[in-house]
């Protein structure tokens, strides 16, 4: 239940507070004063989309705030305190706010929160029915809704089974689709990987390879080049074996550590130059020895290695070529191309169990789709009659609804029903489609009647009707005033209104009153009781809230909802 609800800068309104706790509450008002800001003001609270449109002309943001009753053990408690809210014991604060800019924020039980939340809060905590909404009862869509909201918890299981088993079989019944379109596309694709693997596999190439039989084929190409440096090179740094004994760098070396170790006792500077000449001789020495393994080490049938080299480079080449990425690519394609092929040699047995699990799935989905036409068929025959019922409290005491379930020739996602709601406005009389014949006050009506019906199996907290009276007036509109007020002994109503044969029978009544500049303070939304109620009802009756007869017509409209007992519930 709404307790209060809270405005700023929205539309005209500059700041209002509406308090409106249980039962019916009417919101009345001159044209143009702002009572639709209070369905805006709720929608946005429920998570409608935020428009920059709706923000006070010259303001940077409106912000509306509702304060609900709620159980605090309850659905939707669970869900504010998952989203990080908090309640005050069984009180719950959502805020919205919205700027200029049309940025939105949202609050939820204290916490921001994105406007989603309070989408998901959205259909446990009120019903709002505007023009648009009867409108809506048109489609065929709004129609199965409302026949399945009366069928109940029920149909609601049933239906949830169906639409799990529905969505499995969508599901493999795609797949299945297309592997069995694209089996021979994927069988070529089978057969071009097959091909690939195997050259890949033949060629069998390693990471690396072609770099290190680069180099092994530039060391082979210049063999003699490499064995007379290398000999020339070891003759001048050690020529041991050379007979015309010419001096190579070791023996030099060693000739000058010797001329200095002879004077090294007579300057301390000089043994150390000793030591180092000593040093440079071993590594020379040493690199002597390195290079004779250079020598002895080079091969002796390079041109055959070379020719061997050469051939494996080219195969590698060829190789590489059809790759973007080269040799590494194709390594990595051995994996990949391995594990989507093994993927498509198995599509045989992949299309036999979709194939087995699709058909699991239409028979499942068959059975649980009769089970709902069923359930509905059986729904309809008890909505017709009990919406048939307060038709004809409504002043439409001929009027019929029909409530027709037809199969469909495809499964939905819904079943495979077809409901349409027809209206016989009286006996002997054709039974017409909502969706043509029915005038906008016999759609306020029928909406009116199928919500009062349908709350006693569904009920729902609070419910929001925006003009439902429009298109309507005299009897029908006391009537409709009176059907509000037993729909409101077992949930909160609140009812954006201009006829005063509706605000009668409110136990709450706020009228919205624009000020002189054209906007609505606080001081505009006014709680009415006595004679200013009466004043306001002579005002929705005749235009004049001073006028005796339109007075002494509302006090009467006021006594005729008080003194009228309400009718039985059905």
Not at 51 to 77: E, L
Not at 319 to 347: Q, W
Not at 442 to 469: G, H, K, Q, W, Y
Request: charged share 25%.
């Amino acid at each position: 239940m709404i307790d209060e609800l809270f405005i700023r800068d929205l539309g005209v309104i500059a700041e209002a507070t509406l308090p409106l706790g249980p039962g019916f509450t009417a919101v009345t008002g001159e044209t143009g004063a702002g009572k639709t800001m209070v369905v805006t003001a709720l929608g946005l609270l429920l998570g409608d989309r935020a428009d920059a449109g709706t923000v006070r002309q010259g303001q940077p943001q409106s912000f509306v705030q509702g304060r609900w009753v709620i159980d605090p053990a309850g659905a939707v408690a669970d869900r504010v305190r998952d989203a990080g809210g908090d309640l005050d014991g069984p009180e719950l604060i959502l805020g919205r706010s919205v700027s200029s800019e049309g940025r939105s924020r949202a609050m939820v039980g204290g916490r921001g929160a994105p406007a989603s939340v309070l989408g998901d809060l959205r259909n446990d905590l009120v019903v709002v029915h505007g023009q648009s909404d009867q409108v809506r009862l048109r489609s065929a869509t709004a129609q199965r809704d409302a026949l399945d909201r009366f069928a109940g918890p029920e149909l609601a299981a049933v239906l949830g089974d169906y639409q799990h088993a529905f969505h499995r079989w969508q599901v493999n019944q795609a797949e299945l689709d297309r592997l069995q379109t694209e089996r021979d596309l994927r069988a070529r694709e089978a057969d071009d990987l097959r091909a690939a693997l195997t050259e890949i596999e033949t060629v069998a190439p390693q990471p690396g390879e072609d770099t290190e039989l680069g180099e092994r084929a530039e060391r082979l190409g210049n063999l003699e080049e490499l064995r007379l440096a290398g000999e020339e090179a070891r003759q001048l740094i050690s020529a041991e074996d050379n007979p015309d004994n010419i001096p190579d760098t070791v023996a030099l070396l060693e000739t000058a550590r010797r001329a200095l170790d002879r004077v090294a006792a007579h300057d301390v500077a000089l043994p150390p130059l000793v030591a180092a000449i000593a040093n440079v001789g071993f590594v020379v020495a040493d690199i002597a020895a390195e290079l004779s393994s250079y020598l002895a080490g080079l091969d002796a049938d390079g041109a055959r290695e070379l020719e061997i080299v050469q051939e494996r480079r080219a195969e590698l080449s060829v190789l590489a070529r059809k790759y973007p990425g080269g040799l590494e690519e194709a390594i990595e394609f051995l994996t990949s191309g391995s594990a989507r092929l093994l993927e498509l040699d198995s599509d045989s047995d992949r299309i036999e169990q979709l194939s087995r699990e699709a058909d699991a799935d239409h028979t499942l989905v068959t059975t649980l789709a009769a089970a709902l036409t069923a359930l509905r068929q059986a729904a309809a025959v008890q909505l017709g009659s009990r919406v048939t019922a307060e038709l004809g409290a409504l002043a439409m005491p001929d009027a019929v609804l029909h409530v027709e379930v037809e199969s469909a020739p495809e499964f939905t996602v819904t079943g495979s029903d077809l409901v349409r709601l027809l209206l016989q406005p009286h006996a002997g009389a054709e039974p017409r489609a909502l969706a043509r014949g029915a005038s906008g006050g016999e759609l306020s009506r029928v909406m009116l009647a199928i919500e009062v019906v349908i709350n006693a199996t569904d009920p729902v907290p609070t419910f929001v009707f925006d003009e439902i009276d429009a298109g309507v007036g005299g009897a029908a509109a006391i009537e409709i005033g009176r059907r509000l007020a037993r729909l409101a002994e077992t949930a909160q109503v609140i009812v954006v209104t201009h006829l005063a044969q509706v605000a009668a029978f409110a136990g709450n009544h706020l009228s919205v009153v624009k000020d002189s500049d054209g906007s609505v303070t606080a001081s505009s939304v006014r709680q009415l009781r006595g004679e200013d109620r009466a004043a306001e009802m002579a005002r929705l009756l005749s235009g004049l809230p001073d006028s005796k007869s339109g007075l002494e017509h509302a006090r009467e409209l006021l006594d005729l909802a008080q003194s009228t007992p309400r009718p039985p519930k059905k």
